[in-house]
């Protein structure tokens, strides 16, 4: 049998002035690129549950003909998509089934917006492919496929359910980034998180030998790649950190991972952090303001860990670490105040790297539901302008335009040229001072 | 003479950085695809090449200093202003 798996990466901002700026500005388009020439390593992991006698495809959409023209046939296509893309996948999916081609959807936004999804496929698979891939092609070969089929949420990295990557569906493609998969799900359980944490039950953590050997095999399929773990909370476990970190440093990698702020309070796995060749982690920060952090997680983790903000970006970066500080805009408590106020803890801080995103009720989070009963979304149908830049929702404390202003003055404020060029001299003077150096 | 001393000890260096085969790239090709650094990997060697050779780079020309051609230039070219400030 022969089978296409579809991955769909990338955004397209809908605010025109945003977009504009967009363009203009090289420390918003950075991060845009790389996260646009990631590999789908949800799909690779498909590809890996499925027996070797079918033949897969990998394809990026972006590779596909354009609509009005005539596509590849396949026996079974499997298409994988993020919110702000899934309208094309359903666009695409109408395509295949027109031409009697069976289509599987799944990814997050498929697994929380299930019933939408199912109307444009002949399956879909809610949560990972562990436990229900390998079932939906037994039953497509024997002419009995279900519209719709629960993957495991609990022990997906066990030898019952867990598949070893297809990487080498990457080889001679451009790919200079890949991803490899450490953990999924996050403790945290932010209220607005539309990430793997809502399609697990519990956080869960490859054993670190399954982790390294990955790591090798994507070595094979490309030149110097630079690592991207495709996690949402890598060090939750300061001793599985600390075996990872042992293990990976031989590897002689450059890598890149999300976490939270608490890698700060460990030292032991600072250090080892900064040999293991760790270029930088992404933590979301939120916000400088606490009053805005409350709530936000069941625990209120994150407002109790704003204090420590300031001196744990020291600590790190003081190591040749860089941190990504992710900050989103238009929180309940926010006001035309608070976006300067971003600014002001940004330069103090002296993050090398910051990531702003406005506040995003995505479908089927706990935050959409809150906003929507509360009648406060703008859209009935808003998926494809789930981008993180576009307001979807009426904000509390000010009006949408001048939630929309905020958000262009703090991108033109912290993206220009000058400020990028003052983050890169800020990075070199921390390697110049580090021992080794 | 000057900038071919200067541009041996700078492959020198990338290479106890990198451990990439230096010989092999010319002086005007970009080291970043060349050798397969990511831009903080690049920035790292600027810092350590400004260190090694005690210059400072103007922070306007980062961006551009990505050959060893370009970054020979540069290192000269900020010995003699800090010759000059000194003179
Ligand atoms: S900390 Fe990040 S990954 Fe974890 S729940 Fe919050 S937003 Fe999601």
């Not at chain 2, 020309?61 to 050959?67: D, I, M, Q």
């Amino acid at each position: 049998m022969k089978i296409a798996l579809i991955a769909m990466s990338g955004v397209r901002v809908r605010t025109e002035e945003l977009a504009k700026l967009g363009v203009t500005l090289p420390g918003f388009v950075n991060r845009g690129k790389v996260v646009a020439s990631l590999p789908s390593l949800g799909l690779l992991t498909v590809a890996g549950l499925t027996p070797g006698e079918h033949e897969v495809k990998y394809i990026e959409f972006d590779d596909l003909p354009p609509e009005g023209t005539p596509l590849e046939r396949f026996d079974l296509v499997g298409i994988s998509s993020f919110t702000a893309r899934i309208n094309a996948a359903y666009r695409l999916a109408d395509r295949y089934r027109q031409m009697v081609v069976p289509v599987v959807l799944g990814g997050i936004h498929v697994s929380l917006r299930p019933d939408e999804a199912e109307a444009h496929a002949d399956a879909i698979v809610v949560n990972g492919a562990e436990g229900a891939w390998p079932q939906l092609l037994k039953d497509f070969e024997a002419g009995q496929m279900k519209k719709r089929y629960i993957g495991a949420t609990d022990q997906v990295f066990s030898p019952d359910l867990y598949s070893f990557p297809r990487f080498d569906l990457l080889k001679g493609r451009p790919y200079n980034r890949l991803t490899v998969q450490t953990s999924r799900g996050c403790p945290l359980n932010c209220e607005f998180c539309a990430a793997s944490v809502r399609i697990t039950k519990k956080f869960q953590q490859k054993p670190v030998e399954l982790v390294i050997n990955e790591m090798e095999a994507a070595l094979k399929v490309a030149e110097h790649p630079f690592f991207e773990l495709a996690d949402d909370n890598t060090f939750v476990n300061k001793a599985w950190g600390k075996e990872f970190l042992k293990a990976v440093t031989p590897l002689k990698l450059h890598w890149f991972t999300e976490t939270d702020i608490s890698v700060a309070d460990d030292e032991e796995l600072l250090n080892l952090l900064a040999k293991s060749g760790c270029r930088q982690i992404l933590v979301g920060l939120e916000s400088p303001d606490p009053r805005a952090l409350h709530g936000m997680n069941p625990n209120d983790w994150k407002a109790r860990r704003q204090a420590t903000y300031l001196e744990s970006i020291r600590k790190i970066q003081s190591k040749g670490i860089t941190v990504n500080g992710c900050f989103i805009v238009g929180l309940d408590t926010d006001t035309p105040e608070t976006i300067k106020y971003i600014k002001d803890f940004v330069d103090e801080s002296e993050l090398i790297e910051t990531q702003i995103t406005v506040s995003t009720p995505f479908p089927g989070t706990p935050m959409w539901q809150r906003m929507k009963d509360a009648g406060r979304l703008l859209y009935s149908e808003y998926n494809d302008r789930c981008t993180l830049f576009d307001v979807n929702f009426q904000p509390v404390k000010m009006t949408v335009d001048e939630l929309d202003q905020g958000i262009q003055w703090l991108f033109t404020n912290l993206y220009s040229e000058q400020e990028f060029l003052k983050r890169k001299r800020r990075y070199m003077d921390i390697v110049k001072n580090l021992e080794e150096t | 003479m000057e900038d071919l001393a200067t541009a041996t000890e700078l492959r020198k260096l990338i290479f106890e950085l990198t451990k990439a085969d230096v010989t092999q790239v010319g002086p005007s090709e970009d080291l970043m695809d060349t050798l397969g650094l990511d831009s903080l990997s690049g920035l790292r060697l600027l810092a350590l090449v400004e260190k090694k050779f005690s210059v400072r780079f103007q922070d306007e020309e980062l961006t551009s200093l990505r050959s060893i051609e370009a970054l020979v230039l540069a290192i000269l070219r900020a010995r003699s202003v800090t010759a000059g400030s000194k003179s």
